[in-house]
């Protein structure tokens, strides 16, 4: 309340104030020692942006022409913006974006598995359709921020229906958005992905890629009034509308992801998507801390290669959870001061999950049940339940890190100062 009626004071003076009147928030830079992201040179953003690369968007238009504009740049963003919307700033719906034939009742004919198989993906006209039609809704959804550019929300921001696409860029700084429901609505039907195959989407709220010091810090990411649980289920497997929250990818590195909230959702944060070491090895050096994570259900995070520092993060699984940490090809976690606060349905040996890894480092965590807390050796559980067991160091020792806060101080902290709206 207090913020909104801030932000709404800081956003007209913006308008009608010169300059140095401008709200403090985009000049804000990473502390230093504040994870990964403070490696070297730090995380400025576009702290040093003269009053010119000063923006304050309110369209995708504007957002868009912000975004290329010269650097280093800070861009508020005020109350909403719609990524699924026109030039004049109406609304799309999927059926604007349908290319050469396609609709989704003339793709499900074509590739039933009673029609198609199961033994290799689809292929010819209607997947050639889908793909049109996705490239049409991808010009509209996905906007590139580039190097030395910060980009904060003002009171209430959303960003909705959009994909932040950080790409081989450096020093960018994201805070203070509610990001909503990049719905894709173009799934492609993948047989071969599982045992049963799985419906694939591919926009995830922001995607870091091939980028450097990055911080993302008191977002807030859910799928809105679009839920998984609203989707419908097709040739038995659901249709998966969402992709990742927050993807850290193709040899992203000095990432800080601090005092967000990602809820309702289910593939929440990978880092590193391939297990071919070529790219990756000895990058994708993210921490995550205070973070809250409330009825996700799998990749808080999940991580290939990296140095990944988790620590005083607020795990709430008040139903089911797939797995929160997973330990794939050659990462190197170190969770400590995590607090995870199950349903008492919840087997604490489903916390980890071994994605092809062979170590993590785990202290200090706190299981929740009710009303009781105690500590929880995540290592120790999850190779009483499963074979092979994990190793339990991860052979690093994190250096970059600011206070670590008593776990048993975590839950209330985080619950109340993370997410938007809580810079
Ligand atoms: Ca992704
Ligand atoms: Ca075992």
Known sequence: MKSALLAALAATLLVTAPADAEPSLGRQVLPPNDGWAAEGAGTTGGAAAPPSNVHVVDTRGELVTALAAP??????????IDGNTDDAGNPLSCTDYFADGYTL?????????????RATRPSGPL?????????????????????????VGLGRAVL????LHVDKADNVIVRNISFVDA?????????????????????????????????????TFTDGDNPDSAQPRYFDRPFQVHDGALDITNAANFV???????????????????N?????????????HHNHFRATLQRMPRVRF??????????????????ALGVGVESAIVAESNVFALADTVDPSELVFDWGGTVITARDNLLRTGRHAAPVDLVGVYNAAHDPDLGADAGWTPTLHTRITPARQVPALVTRNAGAGNC
């Open 71 to 80: 650097s280093p740049k800070i861009i508020y963003v005020r109350w909403r």
């Open 105 to 117: 009742e003339a793709y499900l004919a074509a590739y039933d598995p009673a029609v198609w198989g």
């Open 127 to 151: 997947e050639d359709a889908r793909r049109a039609s996705a490239a049409n809704q991808n010009e509209r959804i996905r906007v590139k921020v580039g190097s030395n550019t910060t980009i």
């Open 160 to 163: 909705s229906g959009l994909n």
């Open 183 to 219: 719905a894709d609505c173009f799934p492609v039907w993948d047989p071969t992905d599982g045992s049963a195959g799985n419906w694939n989407s591919a926009y995830d709220n922001i995607s870091v890629t091939g980028s450097t010091h990055v911080w993302v810090d008191h977002n």
């Open 256 to 274: 800080t992801v601090s005092w967000n909230r990602f809820a309702d959702h289910d593939k929440t944060m990978l880092i590193g998507s391939t």
């Open 276 to 288: 071919n070491p070529a790219n990756d090895r000895g990058k994708l050096n993210v921490t995550l």
């Open 306 to 323: 990296g140095q990944v520092h988790v620590y005083d993060n607020f795990y709430e699984i008040p139903e089911s959870v797939s797995y």
